[in-house]
């Protein structure tokens, strides 16, 4: 009995010290990226889709409107048009926001902006009031043009016929590079081989947003309290606040990103109360369809 004793005591202690050296082993940190900025403010507020909440999503009508606002970042994605060009949509097709119907993949640029791109938008009062504006889905280049010293989170969208990654992710590199945007721009997908191929083009020069396996992975081993086995190979974690019935804004997980040097954003935030756990969190951005109620709150939190 007393042997039995002293091999379970021997195996308990082996075991801990085991998970002591997981949990204490020290994280390997992300380099230093100029898209994080010495005077950021307490949170940065990013105008998910462009502030899908106050007008057409992913237009520069949205883009306009939050940029006025003072956001400090603006989020949109990507898909690739037949002919080469990326624009800006969320969906792989054009049916959910305009007024006509098709796979990006299979238009052209002049197909797809022909389109009314305010013709879905309703208002607080269900009244279209953005149909017959001339508001349409821009590419990615005449963003870059219009808004040269904006901070931007592009997602490449795994909704792209897969044949098609290489030259969207290919051409979105193209545009950073012409447009001196390699300081502005942080990139992300929820596919891992689309990171994995964008950062291998990029050479690394561009800070990486988690795709959905990496978020897995660093969460997963977090709520198992395994931080010291969690992957630093990403600049960003965008994460929902909860997944898999897991609270995903737990302060292990938020403190474990930083000492990697990896940020925190949270999406996608449309309420008052949630934003101001996540702030007194210390997340560092916040994503939200209502930039505007998100700046109200930072602005009643200083008063």
């Known amino acids: 009995m007393k042997k039995a004793l002293k091999i379970l005591g021997l195996l308990i202690a082996m075991v801990a010290a085991a998970w002591l050296v997981i949990f204490m082993w020290p ?3 992300r380099p230093e990226r100029a898209f994080y900025r010495a005077d950021d403010p307490e949170v940065l507020v990013i105008a ?10 992913g237009t520069l009508t949205a883009f306009d ?3 006025s606002l003072g956001a400090d970042v603006l989020e949109f994605d990507t898909h690739l048009t037949k002919d080469g060009h990326l624009v800006v949509i969320h969906d ?9 119907t098709g796979k990006i993949n299979e238009m052209t640029l002049e197909e797809v902006q022909d389109l009314d791109a305010g013709y879905q938008f309703t208002n607080e009062k269900d009244e279209y009031v953005f149909r017959d504006q001339g508001i349409y889905i821009p590419t990615v280049e005449e963003v870059f043009q219009k808004y040269p010293n904006m901070r931007f989170l592009i997602e490449l969208k795994d909704t792209n016929a897969p044949e098609m990654y290489e030259e969207m992710i290919q051409e979105l590199w193209h545009l950073i590079q012409n447009y001196q945007m390699e300081d502005n721009v942080m990139v992300g997908s929820f596919a891992h081989e689309i990171n994995e191929r964008f950062e291998e083009v990029s050479k690394g020069n561009i800070p990486i947003g988690a795709g959905e396996e990496e978020v897995r992975d660093f969460a997963t081993k977090h709520v198992a309290r395994l931080n010291g086995l969690a992957a630093s190979n990403v600049d960003s974690l965008q994460l929902p606040t909860e997944g898999d019935g897991f609270d995903l804004t737990s302060k292990n997980i938020i403190q474990s990103a930083k000492a990697r040097n990896i940020s925190v954003y949270y999406w996608t ?10 702030i007194d969190k210390k997340v560092n951005g916040i994503m939200t369809d209502y930039p ?4 109200e709150v930072l602005e009643e939190r200083n008063e």
Do not use: F, Q, S, Y
């Not at 998910?48 to 999503?57: D, K, V």
């Not at 935030?269 to 996540?278: F, S, V």
């Open 65 to 67: 409107h939050a940029v």
């Open 292 to 295: 505007d109620l998100l700046i």
């Open 27 to 29: 994280v390997k940190a």
């Open 92 to 100: 792989n097709t054009v049916d959910r926001t305009t007024n006509g």
């Open 269 to 278: 935030i449309n309420d008052k109360e949630t934003m101001n756990e996540l």
């Open 48 to 57: 998910h889709r462009g502030g899908r909440g106050l007008a057409p999503e």
